[in-house]
C-alpha cells in the first residue's frame, strides 16, 4: 500500500474514520504504573475509574488528545498482585522521542531498567532506538523516528 492510498472503509459507519484509541496493559500496582507513564515518559493521566462490581480499576494516559489519538489503558485487577505472565505474542509498545541518549540517561538515574541502550539498528538503517521495561517487564521501544 503507498503512503496515498486511503484504507477502505466499512460502508456500515461511513461517517466516521477508523483509528487505534488504545492498548490495554495489566498491571499488578497501577499506582506505579500511572507514575511511570506520567512522571518519566511525559504522558497525561486522561482518566481513572474504578469498578467496584468487577473488582478491577482502570487508568487511562497517553500524550495528546484522547479522542483523536491512542492511550494505553492500565488495567489493574484488585488482588492479582503478584503480576501476569507477558507471554511470547507480545512485542512492545513504540515511542519518538526527540532525545534519544538524554532521555534514556534520565530514565537510568531513575532506575528504569534499559536492556537494549540507545544506538542504531543492528541490521542496517538510519533509525536509532532503544528498549526499556516498563514496572511490570512490558517492552517499550523507543526511536528517533517521529
Known amino acids: 500500500m503507498t503512503s496515498a ?27 506505579r504504573s ?27 494516559v497517553g500524550y495528546e488528545s484522547e479522542e483523536e489519538h491512542p492511550a494505553i489503558e492500565l ?3 484488585w488482588g492479582k498482585d503478584d503480576g ?8 512492545h509498545i513504540a515511542i519518538a522521542v526527540p532525545d534519544l541518549y538524554g532521555f534514556c540517561e534520565k530514565l537510568g538515574k531513575d532506575g528504569v531498567e534499559i536492556p537494549r541502550p540507545p544506538g542504531p539498528l543492528k541490521h542496517g538503517g538510519a533509525n536509532v532506538i532503544a528498549f526499556i521495561k516498563d514496572p ?7 526511536g528517533t523516528r517521529q
Do not use: C, W
Open 84 to 91: 501476569y505472565t507477558i507471554g511470547t505474542g507480545y512485542g
Open 75 to 77: 488495567t489493574y485487577n
Open 5 to 31: 492510498a486511503k484504507p477502505p472503509q466499512p460502508d456500515f459507519i461511513p461517517a466516521t474514520r477508523m483509528r487505534i484509541r488504545h492498548t490495554m496493559l495489566r498491571v499488578k500496582d497501577l499506582e
Open 136 to 142: 511490570d517487564g512490558y517492552m517499550i521501544e523507543l
Open 34 to 60: 500511572v507514575d511511570f507513564y506520567t512522571r518519566l515518559m511525559g504522558m497525561k493521566l486522561f482518566r481513572r475509574t474504578d469498578n467496584e462490581a468487577g473488582k478491577f480499576s482502570i487508568a487511562f
